[in-house]
Structures are given as C-alpha cells and as structure tokens.
C-alpha cells in the first residue's frame, strides 16, 4: 500500500503540534525535514518523548543537502553523525542521498549502523534506508537509462525526483513507475504543475510513497499537493491499480475547474477513475508526442482527456493522422474537445456546440453575431445553425475569419465593424473579459440595448464585464458557465456511459 507521507519544514508551530496535525489528516509517514527545520535537539525530543508510542506513523529523516534542493550545506561527516545520532532514536525511516551514499565505504559503514543495508544481519531493529536522488534541471529523456544503475542495497527503498516541464514528463516518470512496480520498492516522482500527476497515480502504480504537504505553506517541492487536496480533490482513498485516468490537457490549466467538478462526478456515481490536470507545451510537436506515448501504452489507464487551448485543433489533427474515429460535429467545428480511448482505440468529439445549445436553449432564432474566430466561435457558429439562427461572424484576423465563415457557412465582417448593426443575439466567443482582465469587454456598452439577448463563452469570471453591463441595459444574459457544465456533463456520458448526477 503506498504511504502518505507528510513533511515537517518549519518550526511556527511546535513539532508535537504539526505531528498531530498530520496524523489526524491521514498522515501514514510524517518526514522530518532536519535541514530546513534546523533544530536538531526540538527533533531529538520529539522522537525520545514518542519512541514507545510510535506505531501507527512513523518518521522518515531526511538532511537535504543544498545540491539536491535541500537546506543542508554542511559538510557530510557533520550530516552522517546527525544520521547516527537521530538514528539510534528509531525514527523508522533514513532517507539518504546516492551521491552521498555512493562517495565512501566508511559513510556507508556508519549508515549501517543505523540503518538496514542488507550488508550483515542486525540484531536489533533498525531504521529502513531511502536512497534518493532529485534531478532539479530537468526529466532526462533517457529516464530508464538513467534509472537502471541505481544499485542500492537489496533492503533499501529508491527515490528518484525530477523536474517536469509538462505533464508528457510526468507521464513519463509514472510509466517508469508502473515498469518497475513489481521489483524492489520505488519511489518516482515529478516536481511542478506537471508531476502533479505523479504524486496522485503512485498509488495506482505502487509506488512506496507520496508526499503531500499539510498546508498550503508547508509544500516542501513545487507541485507538491496539501495532503486535503490530494484526498478530498483527487480521491486517494479510493485510488488502486485498475482506477481508470482522465484529465485536462492544454496550456495553461492550472485554473481549470473541470478536475473538481469531474472528480466529484466520479465519486457521486461510485465510478472507480481520478481526473487530473495535464499541462502539456502549446506547441503541436509536443502534443503529438504526449499522445502517441499514451497510445502506445494503454496499460497506462488513460481512458478519456478533455482538450482545451492551444490543443483541440492538434487534437483533430492527431486523430486524423493516425485512423482515429472522428464525430461529424467535431469535423465542423475543426477542433477536439474530447478524446476517448476504448480498448486502446482513441476517438474524438466536441461537446461544446452542445454545450452552447444548451446555454441558449428556449430562445426564438433571429440574427446572431458571433465576436472571435476561434474553436469557441466554431462551435457556438454550429450550434447557432443547428438551431436555425442567421449567423454572421465578427474576427480581428481577417483571413482567420474569413475562412471559418466559408468553412461554416455564414457571413463575416471585420472587427471595428461589431457595433454598427443590430442583431438580437451577441456571443462573445473571445476570451476578452476572462480573468484576469476581468476589466475588459469585447463589445461597447453604448451599443448594447435591452431587447438583445447576450451570451459570453468566457465563464471565470462568471458575470463578465460584457454581461455585466448587458444586465445594466435590461437585457437578457447567458453565462459561459451553463455551457462549460453542459459539455462537461456531455463528456462524462461519453467516457462513463451513464448522465452526470448533480451536487446534492
Ligand atoms: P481560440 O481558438 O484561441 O480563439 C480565440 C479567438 O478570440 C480568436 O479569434 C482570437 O483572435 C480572438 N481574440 C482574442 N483576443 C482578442 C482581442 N483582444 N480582440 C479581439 N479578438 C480577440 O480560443 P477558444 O478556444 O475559441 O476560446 C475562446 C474563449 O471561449 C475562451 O475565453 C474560453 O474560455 C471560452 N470557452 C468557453 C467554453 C465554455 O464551455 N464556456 C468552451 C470553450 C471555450 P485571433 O485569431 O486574432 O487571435
């Protein structure tokens, strides 16, 4: 069963206080982080007052020297006699550096006096030894490579922590994990927004560990999850081997609301899957990359990814280059914003049209004007004709716009043009207006007037500055919200089969 391990860095409260906190969260580990918290002696006490009572979380030592990204800039003969020192007080758990470990048969030798090496049978127990290794520029694209001559003892658990540029590098750090899962104990990890992923599938693909912070000004590694955030937001407890992943990929998707309002989905319905945030690089190549890898291992569990910016058009791409099942809707709409994987084939679909059917159903079709020429204003143009309104399109790159109005089949004006005409419905398909610019507006206020019908895509903020001052004028609004929650629901039905269930 993979551990959850909680650090210590700081001292503002009292050591005590902090290991009760953790415990009480769900803690199984609680790491005492000796560089950073400096206080040697605080430590001593804590686990003199505790070693009858241990039992239930253990401690995991660790003196991080300033090379790997740590506190310590001692020199190691100092580091190993604290080693020895706290030690012999049974923590539980040593994590030392392989570098270090690696440097002198004497340091090894001192270890092992406290620590298990597997080199002579001790007779008294003693501390179980991590040997880690944290790579802080980058994910070596050699990874397995690079991890094959860590020749640790047979007792000892690995670590090896690495920077992700994106989500393609945590992938690629998880399917290490995965294919070393069933040998000697390991532990894989990512730092930054795209290793989140993981600290979470550890524990689908056995990790030893994860480590998740008991707050948010505790993180002890950028990317690191609050230990609340990793149970109640990503599902730990109900995490195992066969949970199925899903998740957001695109650029940027730190802010996206689709992990909270899917996982919550998931856990409502009793459905065994976890759904992730995937930052991956805008550009096209890289996208490309992360999905054939995914597509090369279905063992991986991804079963279904929504697309947003910059990738629902790579999206549409990727299928078509490589035989996958396209629907019609997304074809019109030239993007993406689906992919499922059924039995290791990947197929695409776009619910945002839906979704802005959705948004403005039980309107009378008239004249709608369309602001942007993006995968937004593609979608919304398709729905708009679905339903029978006349469509003309509004864009600040002409030819863009031009070419999405012939695509589609609708008229097209140029962008200063947007204001001069009337139409009863107005669907700001750019993101002017999206946090955080929340003080911009695409359209001016003067032109607006009460017998118009306004709609903004953009749903963070959910009252735009746009429907802000539409409501002012007296008439009718539509957030982008109802649309983002339609096509979410329409996702869940694609990926789970059943309707997604609201929030009690
Ligand atoms: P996109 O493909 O990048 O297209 C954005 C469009 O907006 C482009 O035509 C762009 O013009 C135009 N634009 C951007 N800034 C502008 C400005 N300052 N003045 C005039 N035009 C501007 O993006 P998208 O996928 O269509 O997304 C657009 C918005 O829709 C985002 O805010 C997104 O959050 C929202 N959206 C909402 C939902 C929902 O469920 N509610 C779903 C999808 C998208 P250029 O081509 O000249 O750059």
């Not at 994860?210 to 407890?237: C, H, K, M, V």
Request: hydrophobic residues 45%; proline residues 5%.
């Amino acid at each position: 069963m993979t551990a959850l391990a909680v650090p210590l860095i700081q001292l503002d409260s009292p050591l005590a206080q902090q290991v009760s906190a953790a415990r009480a969260a769900g803690a199984d580990l609680i790491e005492l982080r000796v560089d950073l918290l400096g206080d040697s002696a605080a430590i001593a006490e804590l686990l003199e007052r505790e070693q009858e009572s241990r039992g239930d979380a253990p401690y995991l030592l660790t003196i991080r020297s300033a090379a790997e990204g740590g506190g310590w800039d001692g020199g190691d003969d100092e580091r190993v006699a604290l080693y020895e020192r706290l030690g012999l007080l049974q923590p539980g758990y040593l994590d030392v550096e392989w570098a270090t470990w690696q440097r002198s048969a004497n340091l090894r030798q001192k270890i092992g006096l406290v620590a298990e090496t597997g080199a002579e049978p001790g007779t008294r127990a003693k501390n179980r030894l991590i040997l880690s290794w944290h790579e802080l520029r980058e994910t070596p694209a050699d990874l397995a490579a690079r991890l094959d001559p860590f020749d640790a003892p047979a007792s000892a658990i690995r670590k090896a922590v690495f920077t992700t540029r994106d989500a393609f590098d945590g992938w690629r750090i998880a399917d290490e994990l995965r294919r070393r899962g069933a040998g000697a104990p390991w532990i894989l990890l990512g730092m930054g927004e795209g290793g989140l992923l993981t600290r979470v599938l550890a524990k689908k693909f056995g990790g030893f560990l994860t480590f998740a912070a008991l707050d948010e000004d505790s993180l002890a590694a950028p990317g690191q999850p609050t230990i609340a955030t990793l149970r109640e937001l990503y599902r730990w407890d109900a995490l195992g081997p066969a949970t199925g992943v899903y998740g957001v990929v695109g650029w940027p998707v730190a802010h996206s609301q689709s992990p909270r309002l899917h996982n919550a989905a998931m856990a409502r319905a009793g459905i065994d899957g976890v759904y992730l945030p995937m930052p991956i690089l805008p550009e096209r190549e890289r996208f490309v990359a992360f999905m054939d890898f995914l597509a090369a291992r279905p063992e991986l569990g991804v079963r279904g990814l929504s697309v947003t910016i910059p990738h629902k058009e790579h999206a549409l791409q990727w299928l078509r280059e490589r035989g996958g099942a396209i629907s019609d809707i997304a074809l019109r709409c030239g993007a993406v914003n689906t992919l499922q994987c059924d039995r290791g084939r990947w197929s695409g679909d776009n619910t945002d049209a839906a979704g802005a059917l959705r948004a403005l159903q039980g309107l009378t079709p008239g004249r709608a004007h369309v602001l942007g020429a993006g995968g937004a204003a593609r979608a919304v143009i398709a729905a708009l004709q679905t339903a029978g309104w006349q469509v003309r399109i509004y864009g600040r790159d002409a030819r863009r716009t031009a070419e999405v109005a012939r695509e589609l089949g609708c008229e097209w004006r140029i962008w200063e043009e947007r204001a001069r005409t009337r139409c009863d419905l107005l669907a700001n398909c750019t993101q002017v207006g999206m946090s955080p610019n929340e003080d911009e507006s695409p359209y001016p206020a003067a032109a607006l007037r009460k017998e118009m019908t306004v709609f903004d895509t953009v749903y963070q903020p959910e009252q735009t500055r746009l429907l802000r001052a539409a409501a002012d004028c007296g008439a009718a609004v539509r957030s982008g919200l109802t649309m983002f929650r339609a096509q979410a629901a329409l996702q869940f039905e694609c990926w789970h089969g059943r309707a997604m269930t609201n929030e009690a």
